[in-house]
């Protein structure tokens, strides 16, 4: 059998196709970094939605354009000869593994984590109002198809609980605080704005299960809360207090761990304000209670959560809570639960559920026995589990990018190595065939100018569609 060759530089000799499935950063950076370490390589990027970026448009907070300024590198991949964006397009339903298989050298899983962790608590999975995870609060308010109908009350109540301590339960309490003036200058929704407008929320209290050093929030996201307008800031200042105290060598050798405290010990002067925040410490949710309802036709609002209070055992580098026996009962008429999110499987790949993950060594796809699964990998999320920021994803982009350049180099057995690939030449006339109507980076571009002609009339950067149909109708016009 002849064995394929893929030349690093010579242009000449057969292409290598690679597909990536998901448009986030992890499939844009690795995209660019094959490109730019393996110059004859065609790159095809599916996405399941008609509008690419993923978590850069639905996830980063819509007070932080900067963040957002990513999309510039995203714009010049796009724009290169040797990519091809289609949109519309889901993995596992419109296409499968068997199609890509025998039009691609190469496929890099990149499409994130898609669904939230729970509690598994008491009335967790009971029909009450107004609880919901914080991924589908972000993704409402930044108009993500997926969740344009959550509808959250915020006029039944002035309190919301925010349960757990990672910079989406900031960024989620620091949008129910904001001056409305504020957020109507940045691109989040209208109908989103609306909602806010005439909110009633005027208290957010952040849950954590452990104490203030084993929070998972960065400065940057602490200092934006503390400095929000007529706001007070409550906490446990004598734990703080404490907790400082008794770990002062540790802390005063943690750069970021000490900037934090000092923050939060900063935030003892924020004792004014008509709005207020909270930070509470060693508590645990142990179920969620409704209001009572006597007609069950109509829907129960939550009414209060109970916590389980805990106690710090074991050294600092692993900290864990402890029920002491004693509970709380914290009345709210919103919570929003914040406890990370999680990957799901998709058909032709292994995963582990415990942590999440399609199982891989640097990017390479592993098989349930740790073997080199021939020209599959991951990259982003679903490579090394929900967490790190932005940057994180490239460099984790970078090195699956580095990996599969390697492999062409060595000359690794790929997807199959002895007919010639066509990429999306031959997939997306499959694809329309199957009745599916697929999205270009050229009709995406319309969809933005759209967009952004919608937000200037409002002064705003943009005004997202927030249903996928209404994007479509664009590219009828």
Known sequence: MNKKKYSTFNTSSSPFHLAVIGSGPAGFYTAYRVLKEHPNTLVDMYEALPIPFGLVRYGVAPDHPEVKNVQNRFEEVAKDSRFTFIGNVKYGEDLTLKDLKLQYDAIVFSYGAGQEKTLGIRNENEPIKNIFSARAFVGWYNGLPQYRDLEPDLICSDTAVVIGQGNVALDVSRILLTDIVELSKTDITEYALETLKNSQIRNVIIIGRRGPLQVSFTAKELREMMNLPNTKFYTDFELIKNELSTNVDIISKDRPLKRLMQILEKGMENTSGYKSWSLKFLRSPDEFIAHENDDPSRPKYVRAVRFHINRLEGPLENRIAVPTGEMEELETGLVLKSVGYKSIPLEGLSFDEN????????????????????????????????????????????????????????????????????????????????????????????????????????????????????AMQVLDT
């Open 355 to 470: 942590k999440g993950i399609v199982p891989n060594h640097k990017g390479k796809i592993l098989d349930n026995d740790n073997n080199e699964q021939p020209g599959l990998y991951v990259a982003g999320w679903l490579k090394r589990g929900p967490q790190g920021v932005i940057a994180t994803t490239m460099y984790d982009a970078y090195e699956t990018a580095e990996v599969i350049v390697s492999d062409i180099k060595q000359d690794k057995p790929m997807l199959s190595n002895d007919t010639f690939k066509y990429g999306s030449k031959v997939i997306i006339p499959i694809l329309h065939q199957r009745g599916i109507r697929t999205v270009s980076y050229k009709d995406w571009k319309k969809i933005e100018e759209k967009e952004n002609e919608a937000g200037r009339a409002k002064h705003k950067p943009r005004e997202k569609f927030g249903r996928v149909e209404d």
